[in-house]
């Protein structure tokens, strides 16, 4: 079972964690990794691009030259798409990218990015990560203290002090447990764990 060091808010290591070998000691799946990031991209995706069909598009109501006898290929209008302000074949137009996968994947693939921080030595747990006041420096001071210059903050709940704390700090993002998922972990360094968020995590996931 892995174990990680516990620190305070100074930095200063105060004891140690049992991690639970069914969430942060697994054989991570690639395919299950692949698979959700794909849907959490996909899922951010506003789909509103769009443009005008040859039906759409303003103009060409007139035939531009007679049919016949002039040596050149027939048109009916100067809006069809090889016209110069014609119309675009298969025009894209604003539609939903979304789409869903089952929860036991979503879960193989959370578990599998905590177990690839875990093997890496990436995951931090501090003892209770509270902010009296919103301070910069004092949360980048800590991030520092315990190497995690790049990192993402988990927290049980929504803090605002730490929220706050930690967005001009370029590299950090935070999050809250319930709403952790694996492109976060994977696109951030270090994983920094609040001991209620870890309870959290084990408790819904193990």
């Not at 100067?78 to 994947?105: E, M």
């Amino acid at each position: 079972m892995p174990t990680v060091k516990v620190y305070n808010m100074a930095g200063e290591t105060v004891g140690e964690v049992e991690l639970s070998e069914a969430i942060f000691g697994i054989e991570p799946n690639q395919q299950a990794l692949h698979a959700t990031v794909k849907n959490y991209l996909a899922n951010q995706r506003q789909g509103t691009q769009s443009a005008l069909t040859r039906a759409e598009v303003a103009g060409g109501g007139k035939k531009p030259y007679r049919q016949k006898g002039t040596g050149r290929a027939r048109q009916g209008s100067t809006r069809a798409p090889q016209f110069t302000h014609g119309g675009i074949v298969f025009a894209p137009k604003p539609r939903s990218y979304a789409y869903s996968l089952n929860k036991k994947l979503k879960r193989l693939a959370l578990k599998s990015a905590l177990s690839m921080k875990a093997a890496e030595n990436s995951i931090v747990v501090i003892d209770s990560l509270e902010m009296s006041e919103i301070k910069t420096a004092s949360f980048a001071k800590l991030l520092a203290a315990v190497d995690a210059a790049k990192a993402l903050v988990v927290t049980p709940e929504v803090n605002k002090n730490v929220v706050l704390s930690a967005r001009n700090i370029p590299g950090v993002e935070t999050t809250i447990a319930a709403i952790l998922n694996p492109y976060m972990i994977m696109t951030n360094g270090k994983v920094v764990l609040d001991k209620a968020a870890l309870a959290k995590i084990e408790e819904v996931y193990a």
